[in-house]
C-alpha cells in the first residue's frame, strides 16, 4: 500500500503535467482529467498533503512538471493521464511505472538510490547465470554461513528458554511473535554483549559478502561467454539500469536536484552500447553485509568505456532473525550523469 508521501510525489508531478494546481481542479473533473484513476477521496486527501508541511517538494516537483510539460513535446498539449501508482506491478517488470501519459510511461524517484530490492538469490546466483528470477528461496545467510548465523543465535536467544536450540529449527518454525522476542532481546543487550553480538555479526556479514561476490564473478564470466550472451546482457541491463522493453520518462530529485530523463528501451540501447564486464567485491570494512558492483559499459561508435559504481546490501527484511534476507541494489551516481539517458530538463 503506498503512503500518502508517495501518492502526493506521484501526483505533485501528475498536476504539474496537466498544468493544474490541485486547489484549482474541480472535483467533478477528477474522472476525465485522470481517467478515473484518482478518487475523490484520495484526492482531497493528496491535496492537503500538498499544501502540508511537504509542500516545498510537492512544489518543487510540481514545478518540474509543469517544465517537462513545456520542454517535451509529446506532452506539450495533453489534457489527461493515467495514474498507475496504487497499482501492484509483476516483479518481472524493471521500471515502475507511476503515470502513463500520451502511452507513455512515467517513473518517479524522489532522492531515492534504490535501483531494485531482490533476494540475494536472484541477484547474486540467477542473475549471473542468466536464470529467470525465483519468487521464493533458501535464507541466503543460513545457506552460506550456517556456522557464523549459529553463533550469532545461540548469542541473542541464550536467556531465551522457549526457543530452539539450532537455528535451522527456528527458521522453519519460529512465528512473528518468537521472532519479535529475540529481536527485542538484541535490541536491550547490555554493552558487553551487544559488543560480542555484534563482532559475531560483522564476521558473518563478510564471510556472505565474499561468498555472494565470488558466486556473482565465477557465474558471470561463464555465462558471458555462452551463446545465451544477448539475453544474458539484456537482464543485466534491466536490473541495473532499470531499461525496459519500451523507453519511458523518468523525472523526480536525485541529489537535491530536479531532473527528468529519456530512459532508452533495450533495443536502442544495444544499437549504441554494450557491456565490457561487471565485477563485484565484497566490502570487508562495512559494518553490514555489503558487495560493491563495478559496470564497465562500452560506446560502440566511439569505444569508449564509462565505469557504473553500484552496491548491494544484504540485510534481514524486517530486521535480525526477521525475514529472509533481501539484497537492495543501490546506485552510487546520479541519473544526470548516465551518458546514454537523454536529458529533458
Known amino acids: 500500500m503506498s503512503t500518502l508521501k508517495t501518492k502526493a510525489t506521484e501526483l505533485s508531478v501528475a498536476f504539474g503535467l496537466l498544468n493544474r494546481?490541485?486547489?484549482e481542479i474541480r472535483e467533478e473533473e477528477l474522472m476525465s482529467l485522470m481517467n478515473e484513476t484518482l478518487g475523490i477521496e484520495n484526492f482531497r486527501k493528496v491535496k492537503d498533503e500538498f499544501?502540508?508541511?511537504?509542500?516545498?517538494?510537492?512544489?518543487?516537483?510540481?514545478?518540474?512538471?509543469?517544465?517537462?510539460?513545456?520542454?517535451?513535446?509529446?506532452?506539450?498539449?495533453?489534457?489527461?493521464?493515467?495514474?498507475?501508482?496504487?497499482?501492484k506491478q509483476a516483479p518481472t517488470v524493471s521500471s515502475s511505472q507511476d503515470l502513463l501519459v500520451s502511452n507513455i510511461p512515467v517513473s518517479i524517484k524522489n532522492e531515492s538510490n534504490v535501483v531494485y530490492n531482490l533476494s540475494p538469490t536472484?541477484?547474486?546466483d540467477m542473475l549471473s547465470r542468466g536464470a529467470l528470477f525465483v519468487s521464493r528461496s533458501e535464507n541466503w545467510f543460513l545457506k552460506h554461513a550456517k556456522k557464523e548465523m549459529q553463533d550469532l543465535y545461540e548469542l541473542a536467544s541464550k536467556h531465551l528458554k522457549n526457543l530452539p536450540t539450532e537455528i535451522y529449527e527456528f527458521e522453519r518454525t519460529?512465528?512473528?511473535?518468537?521472532?519479535?522476542?529475540?529481536?527485542?532481546?538484541?535490541k536491550e543487550f547490555d554493552d558487553v554483549d551487544r559488543k560480542i553480538f555484534n563482532e559475531h555479526y560483522l564476521k558473518m556479514c563478510h564471510k556472505v559478502a565474499q561468498i555472494s561476490a565470488d558466486i556473482f564473478n565465477n557465474q558471470f564470466r561463464q555465462t558471458f561467454?555462452?551463446?545465451?550472451?544477448?539475453a544474458f546482457i539484456d537482464n543485466i541491463v534491466k536490473t541495473f539500469f532499470r531499461l525496459n522493453s519500451v523507453p519511458y520518462l523518468l523525472i523526480g530529485t536525485d541529489r537535491s536536484q530536479p531532473f527528468a530523463v529519456i530512459v532508452p528501451n533495450i533495443t536502442q540501447w544495444k544499437q549504441h552500447r554494450s557491456i565490457r564486464n561487471v565485477?563485484?567485491?565484497p566490502d570487508l570494512k562495512s559494518g553490514q553485509c555489503v558487495v560493491n558492483f563495478d559496470l564497465e559499459c562500452e560506446n560502440k561508435d566511439t569505444f569508449e568505456t564509462k565505469c557504473y559504481k553500484f552496491h548491494a546490501e544484504i540485510r534481514w527484511s524486517h530486521g535480525k532473525f526477521c525475514g529472509n534476507p533481501e539484497s537492495k541494489l543501490y546506485k552510487d551516481f546520479g541519473w544526470q550523469d548516465v551518458i546514454f539517458l537523454t536529458n529533458i530538463v
Open 279 to 281: 565485477y563485484a567485491q
Open 21 to 23: 494546481e490541485p486547489n
Open 122 to 124: 536472484n541477484l547474486f
Open 174 to 186: 519460529a512465528d512473528k511473535s518468537a521472532r519479535r522476542e529475540l529481536k527485542k532481546t538484541i
Open 225 to 230: 561467454q555462452t551463446g545465451q550472451r544477448s
Open 51 to 87: 499544501y502540508g508541511p511537504n509542500k516545498t517538494l510537492y512544489s518543487t516537483l510540481f514545478k518540474l512538471g509543469k517544465l517537462v510539460r513545456m520542454e517535451y513535446s509529446p506532452f506539450s498539449n495533453i489534457d489527461n493521464l493515467y495514474w498507475s501508482g496504487p497499482e
